[in-house]
């Protein structure tokens, strides 16, 4: 968008979006354009098999710089009409901090796997039902208890045991405080109340004093930028608005803020939601506070999204692409008949979430013949991504009572022709895909650009609805709809069939011997 484009006047917005990879900024007026945007790479730490750690001073490190970066490339004039900053983060990681906020260990991540033990000992349906989270592996709970069982030391010197939002808030403000829409997703709420439960922090191995103090999404400030930061940055004391997760925010970046609207995230996991005005717990979806105040967003979470596009591409794909994208492949694929002549892809690489909610479930393709190829497989597994999320989504339409007319996307995996027609064939719903990259980062600006009033007194919604900007819209075919029904009623018998399976290789694999696991692949 060129620079006439821009609101020439009004307030501007800076919002950050900290993530597993890296942490981005970005600079946002009133209608939702994108001003400037920086970016810094944050380092993945594997330090065991389904561990995954961050160097938690990077969080805050990378959070300065962009601010920084994105401040300095505006003109006086502009920098004074910032006027909120806004936070998003990747959920459920967290690390314990002294009291100068030094952390005490590395961040543990909401990708980590370690605690599958914990989640066995702990995970019941009253415990999803009191936090809203089924119990596996993304909630900080289990991970928590694992540090409680395996490292006691480092909880009981802890002052703060925080979430990235939180640390990143308490970097800006100087008060070690977090968003309700953003701790939530720790596991660690009573959710209807929206405040830390006792009995679950007691799980954990944490106290309530340990733990950030909470306020409202969009409504509340967490405080105001710290003098010595106003003064680096050439911007006034703004306040520091309490945002959301990175899954909610980019429900509100799309404007997917009415129940018949859902957000899909084609990103390294995949993920959809809806807001709801109505609290419901579900064996299937994970509820989050909303960032509009007083509702909470029904979500699925897929976690081999474009990471399982991308390792097939890197693994068994063009070697010369290192892992990129192919249009040769996608060609080839598209040519493939719905159903990959009868090749279905169990897409459990990462574990399964929604819907079983198993740690220890594995990938599957089951069906070869001799004819099939290369695209057959790479076709099947985005045709399986899809029929997952069908089945998510009718168990989100049967919490919230509405029936999806349409999807909002983003992510990396939406620059695919192929999967984004497969992912609207699949779910039988159109897709209209979002044009801003930063999705999430946008969301928080949104309850950042609420917060001053100017499309009604703290009114997210309203805002969002201004602010969302969309590209085109790809409509399902639905004689190849009902083709899927068919497969997809094959893929559904294959975990019930294998799941003593997944557990007998889960022991097998804790006795034997493994390498040092690479980091994920890059998304789509």
Not at 78 to 100: C, L, N, V, Y
Not at 421 to 450: F, K, R, W, Y
Request: hydrophobic share 40%.
């Amino acid at each position: 968008m060129t620079e006439n484009k821009y609101l020439a006047d009004g307030p501007l917005v800076v919002a950050i979006d900290s993530s597993t990879t890296s942490t981005k900024a970005i600079v946002v007026d009133a209608e939702g354009n994108i001003w400037r945007t920086a970016k810094q790479n944050i380092q993945l730490h594997t330090p065991a098999m389904d561990q995954y750690e961050h160097n938690p001073i990077r969080w805050w490190e990378t959070s300065r710089a962009t601010i920084g970066e994105v401040l300095s490339k505006l003109s006086p004039t502009d920098r004074s009409r910032i006027a909120a900053i806004g936070i998003t983060h990747q959920r459920e990681s967290f690390t314990p901090f002294d009291k100068d906020g030094r952390p005490l260990r590395n961040g543990i991540l909401w990708l980590d796997g370690r605690a599958t033990e914990q989640i066995r000992r702990y995970g019941s349906e009253h415990i999803h039902e009191l936090s809203g989270k089924p119990a596996g592996v993304t909630p900080a709970i289990y991970k928590m208890a694992w540090v409680k069982e395996h490292e006691p030391e480092i909880f009981a010197d802890a002052y703060k045991v925080m979430d990235v939002h939180g640390y990143v808030a308490w970097m800006l403000t100087g008060r070690p405080v977090s968003s309700q829409a953003a701790a939530d997703s720790l596991g660690l709420f009573d959710i209807q109340k929206r405040d830390w439960s006792d009995e679950l922090l007691d799980i954990a191995g944490v106290s309530r004093e340990q733990m950030a103090d909470l306020v409202e999404p969009s409504y509340d400030e967490m405080g105001t930028l710290r003098t010595e930061l106003a003064e680096e940055l050439g911007i006034a004391e703004v306040p520091v608005i309490a945002g959301l997760g990175d899954g909610q925010a980019a429900g509100i970046g799309a404007a997917a803020v009415d129940p018949e609207i859902g957000f899909l995230n084609l990103g390294t996991a995949v993920n959809a939601g809806v807001d709801s005005p109505i609290y419901r717990y579900d064996k299937i979806f994970r509820t989050h506070v909303s960032g509009i105040p007083g509702n909470y967003v029904f979500e699925v979470l897929q976690s081999s999204g474009s990471y399982l596009a991308g390792w097939f591409r890197e693994t068994l794909g063009d070697p010369k692409l290192l892992g990129a994208p192919d249009p040769a492949l996608d060609e080839a694929a598209s040519r493939i008949p719905p159903g990959c002549e009868g090749l279905v892809t169990l897409p459990y690489w990462n574990a399964v979430q929604s819907p079983h909610w198993d740690s220890v479930a594995r990938g599957a393709v089951v069906g070869w013949r001799g004819p099939h190829s290369r695209a057959h497989m790479y076709r099947s597994i985005l045709e399986s991504i899809g029929f997952e999320m069908r089945y998510n989504l009718d168990s989100i339409e049967a919490g919230t009572g509405v029936k999806l007319t349409g999807l909002r996307a983003m992510g990396g995996g939406t620059r695919s022709l192929l999967w984004r027609q497969i992912m609207a064939d699949t779910t039988a719903l159109p897709i209209t895909v979002c044009t801003q990259d930063e999705i999430s980062a946008l969301g928080a600006a949104v309850l950042a650009m609420a917060s001053t009033g100017i499309y009604g007194e703290h009114d997210v919604a309203a805002t969002a609805k201004k602010m969302a900007q969309y590209g085109e819209t790809i409509e399902p075919d639905m004689e190849e709809h009902e083709q899927y029904c068919d497969v997809a009623k094959v893929q559904r018998k294959l975990y019930p069939k294998l799941k003593d399976v997944f557990e007998d290789l889960y022991e097998l694999s804790r006795k034997a011997p493994s390498t040092k696991p690479e980091s994920p692949k890059a998304e789509l």
